[in-house]
């Protein structure tokens, strides 16, 4: 394998999303009329997959105009506040920094809507090691991560095989596999080791700076 690209999930991997993220749900919830929404440490799970699987399964139904309105609702306080209750995880910047001086070809692949992502990226100037910030749109197209992998691998004509999926959900994992690209799990995220191990994950990594080695050892390989 020559220089890999290696795509990046966003939630939970390069930044830490829990106040926003569960703050804009509870705020949905509320606005769709639950008056006792979960705490936000019963909310986490929710941090990674799309909106609209965590609110069919909070509002425990499957009505697409319901599961729309919640989705709105949510993105109506996202769009200018819970977007930047977000942090960078210490030593994501250096490994990211590293990776690019080695050749390495950078992009973000999230199932958060591309504008929002685009918006995360540049407000924490990551954006200058990144060759394009790739995500869902907000009718829903590309949330499945394997869609949006595949999707990004024709945008840039990329070889799978010479392509690395970084993420700390099963979603990252069972979707790089899906599309033929070797998964990096990282646990600093919202994932256990049992979900990425048992989803196929190539290797796990506890910290950030465990990344660049991780990803050296499996180009080599």
Not at 196 to 214: D, F, K, M, Q, R
């Amino acid at each position: 394998m020559s220089a890999p690209a290696v795509l990046w999930d966003l939630d939970g991997t390069l930044t830490d999303p829990f106040q926003g993220i569960t703050r804009c749900l509870q705020h949905a919830l509320r606005s769709c009329g639950v008056s006792d929404p979960p705490s936000s440490e019963s909310l986490a799970r929710y941090i990674g997959p799309p909106l609209t699987d965590a609110f069919r399964e909070l509002l425990a139904t499957d009505d697409a105009a319901e599961i729309d309105q919640a989705v709105r609702f949510y993105r109506d306080r996202f769009t200018d506040v819970g977007i930047y209750e977000n942090t960078v995880y210490p030593g994501i910047p250096e490994a990211l920094a590293d990776l690019f001086a080695a050749g390495a070809t950078l992009y973000v692949a999230t199932s958060k809507p591309v504008g929002f992502a685009r918006r995360i990226i540049d407000h924490f100037r990551l954006h200058t090691l990144f060759r394009d910030v790739h995500g869902s749109e907000l009718d829903g197209t590309r949330s499945d991560k394997a869609d949006l992998i595949a999707h990004v691998l024709n945008e840039h004509e990329l070889l799978p095989e010479n392509c690395i999926m970084v993420g700390d959900r099963m979603h990252d994992v069972v979707g790089a596999r899906a599309c033929g690209v070797t998964p990096v799990g990282v646990l600093w995220g919202y994932g256990s080791r049992e979900e990425l191990t048992e989803a196929g994950a190539a290797a796990l990594c506890e910290y950030p700076h465990e990344l660049v080695p991780v990803i050296n050892s499996l180009v080599r390989g």
